[in-house]
């Protein structure tokens, strides 16, 4: 079994005015991992602490399998592309192939090929020094960067902060394209909903500082339902889960449940069906999670 590509044991990074951890957490190899929380939460400190351009106070992380106390090797440090929330100063005055000559030295594995061709396909003007570029343009360029040495793990922080919506599509296609193809592991951090249906396998919620668990994203959305059913209120007190309910009219109630697959078994074995169930919303499964109602099955 490949080792995991992360893990995190008791990190703590203490910021001025909150302290991000204790963090405990396996970023299992094969999978894209959205890391989500609301701003300030500390998922980019959490990615940074990867990176080594941040390092924890306490605890230990180990990259495939491995802790590297006295800092990364350059040979593991290539089989990791990373899209940052803010461009590298250092690059900031180059041109797109002036920083891809930069890091093609860098990363030996750098497909210049590849490189070239996901240029074309995000449309990003070659000649242009990068802080003449637009946001998006930019970000099409650190994306690309940060695929072409087909990593064995790609790091995004916000990625599509900033692309248009034909942009954001090319883009999920690429990471799609990326996982099978390079067997490439992804992590990244978003706030799109939309990105994190369409790519997350795994879903990790940072709230304050804290990781509150990991889960996978279709358990989540299979068993955070609202549902209606022909009965009256007395019939929750045998249902697990149950977050919030409404009288709909006589005979009649809607409930909120986290553990829908297990009521829906419950209910079946007493010869009761659903009247209609409604997924929720990521954003409320989210709301919920962080209000304190935790998943099932949740990932150690
Ligand atoms: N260089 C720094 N020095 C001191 N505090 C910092 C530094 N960078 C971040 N912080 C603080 O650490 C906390 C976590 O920040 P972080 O950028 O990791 O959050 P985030 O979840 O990525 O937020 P967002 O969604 O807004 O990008 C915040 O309270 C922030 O103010």
Redesign the pocket.
Known sequence: MEPDVISFRNIHKR????T?GPIDMSIPSGYIVALV??????????LNMIMQTVFPDEGEISWFGQAYPDGLPVSVRQQIGFVP?QLSLEEKNLTVDEAAAFRSIWYDNWDGYLFDELLSRFDVPRGVRLTKMSKGERRKFEIAAAMAPRPKLLIL??PSSGLDPFAWKLMIEQLHKCMRTADTSILL?T?IVDEIRRLADYVVL?HH?KQLGMVEKDSLLDNWKECWVAQDAAILQDLPGIVSSRQESAGTISFITTECLEVERILHSAGIGFIQTRSLELDEVLGLWIDGYSPAGMRK
């Not at 929380?37 to 959490?46: D, E, F, M, R």
């Open positions: 910021r001025r005015t909150k991000i929380g609301p701003n300030g939460s500390g998922k980019s400190t959490l929330e922080d916000e951090s706030h940072m500082g």
